[in-house]
């Protein structure tokens, strides 16, 4: 999540929080800021839409930090002031050039297209969650927003407790046909999400007795089937195995080798990268908590302040685990 406000103010703030590669993206790349105030995201978004697909304004953030200053999840009780928010950023992006009027224009040929989105949290009386995407969405046929993301938890339900799926199939089936919805939170493992969907139709998942994946459907009667489901989203687990969304359930070598020829071609500050290493290297979210280094050599990975260094401790672990030359993803 970016603060809107620091992001206009502060280049030291943009050129930190959304640094983007010289080259095209090989996939659609959205922006998601964290505001409270129309003016602050729209003139955010505007500084965004150049180098982004599309922005996201982040409603599901518990943390505390952000509630008290009237972000994230502290929206869920301010419908009218989120769908000014997504309003006045349509208008601020369309007064731009950018193409937002409509669905088909984030498919348009010269590249102007901009989707605007919100990430939700659910209310304990779901009631009022109704009441909120109805005010936000607006006119279905003119919606305010492109596509929705549900965390089904409240904003005090501590990650621990696992999502409400009853309340995901109550909204995504009212709301499925108006709009795509994407779901968050617990989202570790393809093969362990609490439903089932036509997304996860064929998908890959991980052999534990393999080196590669293999192939099969997500099985599971007793989960509930969400046939509008439109996407998943995942934040923590995906941070720790890239490839979650390739069906494998931990991190592969192959992961690693990816992000430091990513690395090597577009350095990132380096506390950042180790971060990413640290975490990728660790033992994950899913149900397989198997870690590519033990947690010894990740704090010494920590240590190191250059990327040579960084490269030849992660050679010589590769070597010492008998993983050789590996396929990329």
Aim: hydrophobic share 40%; glycine share 6%; aromatic share 6%.
């Amino acid at each position: 999540m970016i603060l809107a406000k620091e992001f206009n103010r502060n280049s030291f703030a943009r050129d930190s929080d959304l640094s983007i590669s010289t080259t095209p993206p090989e996939l659609p790349t959205i922006a998601q800021f964290g505001s409270n105030s129309p003016l602050e995201l729209s003139r955010a978004s505007s500084l965004a839409a150049p180098f982004v697909n599309g922005v996201d304004l982040n409603c599901g953030c518990p943390q505390s930090w952000a509630c008290a200053e009237s972000l994230g999840a502290a929206l869920m009780e301010k419908r009218e002031l989120v769908r000014d928010m997504v309003i006045t950023t349509r208008q601020r992006l369309r007064d731009d050039g950018w193409g937002v009027r409509k669905e088909a224009d984030m498919h348009d040929t010269e590249g102007k297209g901009r989707s605007v989105s919100v990430k939700i949290r659910v209310h304990k009386d779901l009631r009022k969650t109704v009441d909120f995407i109805t005010t936000v969405l607006g006119d279905e046929h003119n919606r305010n927003i492109d596509w929705l993301t549900i965390h089904p938890r409240t904003r005090s339900t501590q990650s621990s407790v696992p999502i409400n799926v009853e309340a995901l199939e109550l909204l995504t089936n009212m709301f499925g046909d108006k709009l795509p919805i994407l779901v968050s939170g617990d989202v570790y493992a393809l093969s362990t999400l609490p439903y089932t969907s036509h997304l996860l139709q064929s998908q890959l998942t991980f052999n534990s007795n393999s080196k590669e994946p293999e192939r099969s459907g997500v099985s599971g009667n007793a989960r509930p089937h969400l046939p509008k489901l439109a996407g998943l989203m995942s934040a923590r687990a995906l941070l720790a195995n890239p490839a979650l969304f390739a069906g494998y359930e931990t991190c592969p070598w192959e992961a690693v080798d990816i992000f430091m020829n990513k690395v090597a071609r577009a350095p990132l500050p380096m506390k950042l990268g180790i971060h990413h290493l640290t975490e990728m290297c660790g033992a994950g979210f899913g149900p397989d908590r198997s870690a590519l280094l033990t947690k010894k050599e990740r704090i010494r990975l920590t240590e190191f302040d250059n990327w040579i260094d960084i490269i030849d401790f992660i050679e010589e672990a590769k070597k010492t685990r008998g993983v050789g030359a590996v396929r990329g993803l």
